[in-house]
């Protein structure tokens, strides 16, 4: 009977290890520095949730976890970064040169996106509330084939979209007011411009 409890018991904690994927940064960085990829996997997908207080250092930090030089070339993200929140009330992400982010869900409270040109991004959330999206925030992610623009989005700089060559769809929601976005927001990209009720 006890060793059927111990086996119960040890089961669980891995079962609950294994389930357990959500991370302050710092956890993550730790994380990711005593990851090992199987030799024979070819490349694996790790699907994290940060929260975490997203200042300016811990964006940074992040970025850096990406970067960094023990993270194995094959290893990649799915982040969900809906549950950040920001450390004054500018609501600023900065994700800039991030890496090895295949999909992100940005935190729900997210006001301005200056960066996030990750050359392997494939699919971006971005939240109900954003309001601007800045000059060259997307520039050059070849791999990004469709993103959806809130209504809350006042505006996007010029280049924000600019050689993302993948890009086949921009869904702007039809309630948006683009009276003031930048002439150039979507310069060099052959996307197709589709309202949300079209």
Partial sequence: MR????????FCSAVSAFAQKTFTV?????YVENYEIASDAGSETLSIKIKDVLSSETQNSLVQVTWKNGNPKNLYFDLDLSECTYDDDDCILELFHIKNVRSCVLPTSTKFLRYFDCIQLETITLPDGLEEISDNAFFDVPTLKRIEIPASVRYVGACAFGDCLSLEYIIIDRNANTKDWSLAWNAWNDAKIVYSDE
């Fill in 3 to 10: 060793k059927s409890i111990i086996a119960l018991l040890v």
């Fill in 26 to 30: 710092s956890e993550f960085k730790s």
